[in-house]
């Protein structure tokens, strides 16, 4: 059975950091593209930052270039998304993702963590 279960989500204040964790079970992780994105109350789920399988590409909206860091840990199964100088407007439900490309093509997704930005 696939999960992807999110954490570190929560409550921080305008300029603050967060630092979300997505550990990955039931899947060859290394394997795997892994991604984060969101969606925020009454929008389309969007991309936030992608990684390939072996980490050496790094992909990020323009909206958080800058200020958020994508990385993964292929030991621990564990793909992160560091979140610094925080804004209202990133105020979401952040999702990951795991993607395969490879036949046959997968893809899953987590149940989502709540990221609120407010002062």
């Known amino acids: 059975q696939v999960q992807l279960v999110e954490s570190g989500g929560g409550l921080v204040q305008p300029g603050g950091s967060l630092r979300l964790s997505c550990a990955a079970s039931?899947?060859?992780?290394?394997?795997?593209?892994m991604g984060w994105y969101r969606q925020a109350p009454g929008k389309q789920r969007e991309l936030v930052a992608t990684?390939?399988?072996?980490?050496?590409?790094?992909n990020y909206a323009d909206s958080v270039k800058g200020r958020f860091t994508i990385s993964r840990d292929n030991a621990k199964n564990t793909v992160y998304l560091q979140m610094n100088s925080l804004k209202p407007e990133d105020t979401a439900v952040y999702y990951c993702?795991?993607?395969?490309?490879?036949?046959?093509?997968?893809?899953?997704w987590g149940q989502g963590t709540q990221v609120t930005v407010s002062s």
């Open positions: 990684i390939t399988s072996g980490g050496s590409s790094l």
């Open positions: 993702n795991a993607i395969r490309t490879t036949s046959p093509p997968r893809d899953y």
């Open positions: 039931g899947i060859i992780f290394r394997i795997y593209a």
